[in-house]
């Protein structure tokens, strides 16, 4: 079973609106991370957002939040006010922080996104 | 930023040669990963190192092979390259430890062509 799943290959935003990225998880692990990572087109990986599994407020960042349901786990980030710097591919991975695992991050597919001005 | 760097940055190689990518670090980071990504996988794990001459396996380990003699260095062998391998290759390192909010930290990436 895919451990991260992202289920919007592509998304479009007005500018200065709103936007949800999906994100759903699974892992019977009590103890897990949830992190969201930003790719531009020039290629790097930027680390925007994290989510442990004990938080019990949501993650914010600037004009990034997740939207952490851990019942339904789902890990969704939350963009407000979209900016035209915020076209790229976006990532949610997960770390489960058991011994043992390696340390290991999992990552979804990825989701597009496109501000149109 | 976190002091990574992957060499070469860009390589066209034929089927059949072997490659061998570096990733070097210089944040002393126990945990160091090889990812490769292509469009509509993500990024994959290939292989991982939790110390000097420990490694394991990731999802999509068949075809390559990885050292670590050092902490800082973190190397990945195609040893016969293959047109399924033509990829972008990402090194990452850490977090340092299981709690926390730690991220890992990626390299700049290696774009691979195997003709």
């Known amino acids: 079973a895919q451990k991260i799943t992202q289920t919007q290959p592509g998304m479009f935003v007005q500018e200065k609106e709103a936007v949800t990225l999906d994100c759903t998880y699974d892992?019977?692990?009590?103890?897990?991370?949830l992190f969201w990572y930003k790719q531009p087109s020039s290629g790097e990986m930027i680390f925007l957002i994290y989510q442990g599994s004990y938080d019990q407020q949501n993650a914010t960042e600037g004009r990034y939040s997740l939207n952490f349901q851990k019942a339904r786990k789902s890990a969704n980030l939350v963009i407000s006010a979209s900016q035209l710097g915020d076209s790229a591919m976006y990532f949610c991975a997960m770390r489960e922080a058991t011994e043992g695992t390696g340390n290991q991050f999992y990552f979804g597919t990825g989701t597009s996104l496109t501000v149109i001005p | 930023d976190a002091g990574i760097t992957q060499s070469p940055r860009h390589k066209v190689t034929e089927t059949g040669t072997p490659v061998t990518l570096r990733c070097h670090q210089t944040?002393?980071?126990?945990?160091m990963y090889w990812y490769r990504q292509d469009p509509g996988h993500g990024l994959r794990l290939i292989h991982y190192?939790?110390?000097?001459?420990?490694?394991d396996k990731g999802e999509v380990s068949d075809g390559y092979s990885v050292s670590r003699s050092k902490t800082e260095d973190f190397l990945l062998t195609l040893e016969s390259a293959t047109s399924s391998q033509t990829s972008v290759y990402f090194c990452?390192?850490?977090?340092?430890?299981?709690?926390?909010?730690?991220?890992?930290?990626f390299g700049p990436g290696t774009r691979l062509l195997v003709l």
């Open positions: 990452a390192i850490g977090p340092p430890g299981l709690a926390g909010g730690e991220t890992q930290y």
């Open positions: 892992t019977s692990d009590p103890s897990y991370g």
């Open positions: 944040e002393n980071h126990r945990y």
């Open positions: 190192s939790y110390g000097v001459k420990d490694t």
